[in-house]
């Protein structure tokens, strides 16, 4: 077990860090998109490519911050019978969701991405839209960089299940107090 808890805890670790890295690039597409609609309300003026950096700022900080978000329980998950259950309840809807949900998924979608990423890498691809950005190539790389963190964080999630169905109560769900409106 000593092997798993290292585990998660680096897993963890990494898409914590990665996530709070990642989520300072809110502050350039709130600036960006602020400038495009500004420009173009105010101005009546635009570019194809600032447009697109807002979208690609927004993609980019949805991807890499995932595994972070799963980290944290800020999925979207029915909570109605999850949420009042037991620990062992809850560690055992996590591994299952992660052993025949999340981890499936990621690998199918690693699968049946990475030919358009390498064809998008072979061609150097650029934005489709006359006045786009280059480097379209770049932008689909962060699928895999995606698939990457969130397979990591589901193995942790699973490692972390294991841990807590064998008695290690440092590694249980934290139950956090949501003020109600």
């Known amino acids: 077990m000593g092997f798993l808890s290292r585990f998660v805890r680096l897993a963890d670790g990494l898409n914590d860090w990665i996530g709070?890295?990642?989520a300072w690039l809110v502050i350039p597409m709130v600036v960006v998109t602020f400038l495009v609609a500004t420009l173009r309300y105010g101005f009546a003026v635009g570019w194809?490519?600032?447009q697109e950096s807002y979208?690609?700022?927004y993609g980019i900080i949805f991807m890499i911050g995932a595994g972070y978000t799963l980290l944290h329980e800020g999925h979207v998950r029915v909570d109605v019978f999850y949420r009042p259950a037991s620990?062992?309840?809850k560690a055992w809807v996590d591994l299952f969701g992660s052993v025949f949900l999340l981890l499936?998924?990621?690998t199918m979608v690693v699968i049946y991405s990475y030919p358009y990423v390498m064809t998008s890498w072979?061609?150097?691809e650029g934005s489709h839209e006359t006045g786009g950005l280059p480097g379209l190539f770049l932008y689909k790389t962060v699928i895999l960089i995606?698939?990457?963190l969130m397979f990591i964080q589901g193995m942790s999630l699973a490692a972390?299940?294991?841990l807590v169905l064998a008695g290690h109560r440092e590694f249980e769900i934290k139950e956090e107090k949501h003020e109600g409106v």
């Open 20 to 22: 709070r890295g990642v």
């Open 48 to 50: 194809v490519s600032m």
């Open 55 to 57: 979208m690609w700022l």
């Open 87 to 89: 620990q062992p309840y």
């Open 104 to 106: 499936p998924v990621i």
């Open 122 to 124: 072979l061609r150097l």
């Open 146 to 148: 995606f698939c990457t």
């Open 160 to 162: 972390r299940s294991i």
